[in-house]
């Protein structure tokens, strides 16, 4: 379970400021009327996981559930105590105009900024390479899980480590993960054979975004095979003495 860093909370402030603001509507609103059971439990619950979230990212797909749903039922409570009917004029207009707008703003905003900055194309780079190297329905270990998308759509004729979430793997085979998760945390070390048989490839792939991973290989003496813009690929096989075009 990975922690999270600093602009990757940065990038998710909003679901972090979420709470404190529900806390803050939920106190404005208990000292005029009593409020919901379940309004409660998901104010808590969302309180719970944000905290969460603070610790290991992957407490972020539960963080987002618990924003809308409590968000609705805050509303629900709102139009429940008569406030937006209540109002008049220019301020009637503001209670329901402003909210709705932050609503739209953020449903269009955040999947623009994901396209542009998250986006990933597939890896036709490495695909080019493999082609001319690697035998079609040979195994390739994407090491990280989450690449499975850009590799399979760009080389489809290949095997990988992972398509899935890691925790299929895990329940597949929790002692072969386990080892490949330490290693790949700089927990253990491993020589590139032995990584060879914890993943069952040869040829192991790492993604240009995560190049500290890439570092740690090649000052480990793992054979650099392949580097463009999709990222590296090794030989876990090959002798460190041998040139790229050897391979």
């Known amino acids: ?145 989450a690449d499975f998308p850009m590799l399979w759509y760009a080389a489809p004729e290949y095997r990988y480590l992972m398509g899935l979430d890691p925790m299929f793997s895990v329940a597949q085979d929790p002692a072969r993960m386990e080892r490949l998760g330490a290693f790949l945390k700089g927990r253990v070390a491993l020589s590139p054979s032995e990584l060879s048989q914890v993943v069952e490839a040869r040829i192991a792939f790492v993604p240009a975004r995560v190049s500290s991973l890439a570092r740690g290989l090649v000052q480990q003496g793992f054979v650099l095979v392949w580097e463009g813009a999709d990222g590296w690929a090794f030989d876990l096989l090959a002798q460190p003495s041998m040139s790229r075009e050897e391979q």
């Open 1 to 145: 379970l990975q922690s999270p860093n600093l602009p990757w909370l940065l990038r998710n402030g909003v679901l972090l400021v979420a709470w404190p603001l529900h806390l803050a509507m939920t106190w404005w609103l208990a000292r005029h009327r009593a409020l919901a059971r379940e309004t409660w439990l998901c104010l808590g619950m969302q309180g719970i996981v944000t905290v969460g979230m603070l610790f290991v990212q992957r407490t972020i797909e539960y963080v987002s559930p618990f924003v809308i749903l409590t968000a609705a039922l805050l509303c629900r409570e709102w139009l429940a105590a008569g406030y937006g009917w209540r109002l008049s004029g220019v301020r009637r207009y503001m209670a329901w105009a402003v909210p709705v707008g932050v609503v739209v703003a953020l449903l269009a905003l955040v999947p623009h900024w994901h396209l542009r900055h998250l986006w990933r194309m597939p890896y036709t780079g490495f695909a080019s390479w493999a082609r001319e190297h690697i035998p079609p329905g040979a195994p390739i270990a994407n090491l990280i899980w």
